[in-house]
Every structure is written in C-alpha cells, then in structure tokens.
C-alpha cells in the first residue's frame, strides 16, 4: 500500500522582530517611507497583516525599530586615535548610512522611544567628547552643530534634481545654456570650475566637517586653558 506524502514544509522561515524591521527597511530603502503599511509590509512577508503584531506592537513601534536598527549599521566613535578622528569617522559613516537609508534622515532624531543601539550610539559619541576633555555644555553644542551639518548636508543632497555627480553635471550644462553667462558670471565661473569638473563629491562635505572640528578643537583649548 502506497504510502500518503505527509504536508509540505513551507519554505518560508518564520516571522521574527528582526525579520519584520528588516523587510520594512527594505521596503522603505526601495520605495520610499511613504510606502510603508502594514498590508504592504505583510505582502512582502508573505503572511496576513494581523500576524505582525505578534512581533510589533504599532506603526510607531515598527519606525522606532527601523530606526534603531539604522543607527545600529553607524561606526561608533573610538577613543584609541583621538575625538577628531572619531568623530569624523562618526559623520563619514553617518553620510554612508543616510545615502542607504535616505527615507531616515527626518525621523533619526524625531523618536521618542529610543532603542538599544540608538542609546548605545548617543552614549558613545557623548563619551567620546567627554574622555577627551570637553565640559558638559561644550560637548553639548559641538554635537549639536556636527549633528545639524551632517544631517543638513543629507537633506541638501537628497534635494538635488539628479542624484550622481555625472547627473548632477548633465543638469549643469544644460543650465549654462539657458543663461546670459556675462550677466551672471561668478554664477558661470563655479559652475565650470567645479560643478563640470570631474572629482570626490566627498571633498566639499569634510571641507566643512573639518572647519566644524577645527573650531570645536580651539574652544576646548580656550576652555581649558583658562
């Protein structure tokens, strides 16, 4: 007698927290935050809506996961080569991160209910400036003016009509073309001299990454030298 195929294993390995803020990172990375729902987000899954609330509890339980889970992928600063060095690798990498998670930028700030590796991260930069020296209040606004520049400088790219530097310089071609150069000379000499040439689309943000942290280094001398 034949023996009865017992039920087929289904391939799909099963749901968990991790697995849920993963797929809805995804989604957003791909479409954008506007996107994300609960019903899209299952359909991704593979499973019906009302089984992702056995892992998240709501809408902002699931963003402040993603969230978490994005400032898990930043390098945390380290004291062994110096604050400086530290927190530049800090802002290089958070520029990394934002430019794979660009839906990001407005909400890594904005979260009320800060996760482990959100925590972890802000102890880590605080620290760092603190091992070095800096008094609380000192530490408190060389964050603050790194923090507006770094993500300042992710919104002012995530504006730009075209996202690459070949693009970016397409755009400024045509631009010059449409306009009375002698009118607007100094308008057309940056545009040719820089926006045309070829280069690292990095030199301009730690030109300015690095003013920022020369400046902080001389209020702490000043601060502790008096």
Not at 23 to 43: F, N, P, T
Not at 54 to 61: L, T
């Amino acid at each position: 007698m034949a023996q009865q195929p017992g039920p087929r294993a289904d391939p799909r390995p099963p749901w968990t927290r991790q697995r849920v803020l993963r797929a809805a990172i995804d989604l957003a990375d791909q479409d954008g935050i506007e996107s994300l729902s609960m019903r899209k987000l299952s359909q991704l899954l593979g499973g019906a809506p009302m089984s992702l609330y056995n892992h998240i509890a709501n809408k902002d339980d699931l963003l402040d996961g993603m969230i978490d889970a994005v400032f898990s992928e930043i390098e945390l600063p380290s004291g062994e080569d110096g604050w400086k060095t530290a927190m530049r690798q800090r802002a290089i990498s958070i520029r990394t991160i934002l430019s794979r998670h660009r839906w990001a930028i407005g909400l890594m700030n904005s979260r009320t209910s800060p996760g482990p590796a959100t925590l972890r991260y802000h102890n880590a930069v605080i620290g760092s400036l603190r091992d070095a020296g800096f008094p609380v209040q000192l530490a408190a606004y060389g964050i603050a003016a790194l923090d507006s520049y770094i993500y300042g400088f992710a919104l002012q790219e995530q504006a730009l009509p075209f996202p690459t530097p070949a693009q970016t310089s397409q755009l400024a071609q045509a631009m010059l073309e449409q306009i009375p150069t002698d009118q607007y000379p100094h308008f057309a000499e940056l545009t040719i001299e820089d926006v045309l040439q070829p280069g690292d689309d990095h030199g301009a943000y730690e030109f300015g990454l690095d003013l920022l942290l020369d400046g902080l280094e001389q209020s702490l001398h000043k601060q502790t030298t008096h």
